[in-house]
């Protein structure tokens, strides 16, 4: 069978899933670590808020195959992957249930990771923004959903390792070239996302960031000198 090559995964779609590992898994260590650690959680954190926030717009202005019209979940598409009928590049529609499942839940950690307090020394940068119950509650919220985030990776990693060793279809190796050998002659290279939708991505991701870190908040005015 005559096949070819396509790219199908952009850099910053790859770089995206990448880093994501790396910041998830050091956000995961450092959050159990805690103590001085809870630091360094904290700039892990913000790092992956970043990321979530250019992975979305990404998602609109990037490649083919990374925008999220291409691999939106519709009933239809997912009756005909379960029919054998799916024969595509890019995430097939039950991976992408996956993959909005994923970034769903990474945003509730981070978002909630924002306004959170480790009741000693350390807040996320929103944590002024609201009361401390709330602040509390927000916390508890961030505690619960890393199991969730443990057991959906677990899943995703075993989706992956299902791929590989039964269906014979490496999904990792495109997803570190940005890669794929096709068969099908009507299956076309990934297309957009250039320099000025990079450009773009980054620029909202920026002004994401701003908010995230809470930079807009006012400094608290200094305490009124000591009376003698
Ligand atoms: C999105 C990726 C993140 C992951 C996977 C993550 C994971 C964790 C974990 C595992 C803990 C320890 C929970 C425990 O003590 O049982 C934790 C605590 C904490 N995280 Fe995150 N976190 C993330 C993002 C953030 C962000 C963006 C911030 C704020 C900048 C943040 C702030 C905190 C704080 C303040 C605590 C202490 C909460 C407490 O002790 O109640 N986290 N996180
Ligand atoms: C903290 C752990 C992980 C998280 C949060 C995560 C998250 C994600 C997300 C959000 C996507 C969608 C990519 C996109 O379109 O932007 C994805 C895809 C993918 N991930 Fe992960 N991932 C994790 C770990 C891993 C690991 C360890 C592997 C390798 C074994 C892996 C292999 C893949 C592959 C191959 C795809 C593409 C699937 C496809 O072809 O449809 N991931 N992952």
Redesign the pocket.
Known sequence: MNTRKIRIWDLPTRLFHWLLVVL?VA??VT??M?GSM?EW??RA??A??GLLAFRIVWGIVGSTYARFADFVPTPGRIGSYLRGQWNRPGHNPLGALSVFALLAI?IF??VT??F????IA????LRDLVSSATSDQL?GL??QN?WV?IVFVALHVGAVMFYALVKKDDLVKPMITGVKEVADPAHEPARGGGTVAFIVALALTAAVLYFATGSFIEPPPPPPPAAW
């Open positions: 998830v956000a995961y959050g159990q805690g809870i959680h904290g954190g913000v992956i808020t990474m950690q981070a990771g924002l959170s307090n480790d009741e350390f807040s996320g940068p916390s961030h505690r890393y985030i």
